[in-house]
DNA sequence: CGGATACTTAAGTAGGTGCTTAACCAAGTG
DNA sequence: CACTTGGTTAAGCACCTACTTAAGTATCCG
């Protein structure tokens, strides 16, 4: 959903289109999704169009890079473990 | 869990000590772990005891680094949208 | 106005996870 | 042998997630 979101904005039906899901469900998926931040929507008439908040996308990356090199520097310890015991 | 396993054989009971949980809990615990193959078990006596493999410990962290450089490029990609933007 | 479209709200449900308690069995100990 | 210890089995429960259906509301179009 955030995939297609960045190839450019959409309405929810859109949205819920490619999705096997009804529109409800695509609905509380871009509740959270709004309340993350990572989104943002805006109505206009009846239809609601969203798209995503590049600067919430560049936090999510660097949240995931912060994970990600905690990772590593674990797996360097588990490698450390597993030279000792072969 | 495996963390204190990887300091060294444990059973069952000294596995369950710092873990603020039932007997049952920790043994359901041990089952995941043993059917993935990342830890063995052998009951000696009534003392069942509790070992990593490190060759399980090995493909783990393969399996880890896979999906972490998919990570790595999924983010490559997110940056350059992200410069698109700007 | 009347009907179709684009959501929205509310309420409920299926399935899964991570425990729990209770009852049990088997191995060691005095 | 009786008691304790270490583990096992079975059943069940609380909570959560990811939906669903049904019934609305609001806008647009002819």
């Keep these: 959903m955030v995939e297609r979101l960045t ?34 929507t805006e109505k206009v008439g009846r239809v609601r169009t969203c798209h995503v908040v590049p600067s919430a996308l560049r936090q999510a990356e660097q949240w995931i890079t912060e994970r990600r090199t905690t990772w590593e520097s674990r797996l360097d310890r588990l490698d450390d473990y597993l030279k000792e015991q072969s």
Tied chains: 1, 2.
């Design 7 to 40: 190839l450019g904005s959409a309405s929810v039906s859109e949205l819920a289109k490619p999705l096997e899901m009804s529109l409800p469900a695509v609905v509380q998926h871009l509740q959270v999704l709004e309340a993350s931040g990572l989104v943002r």
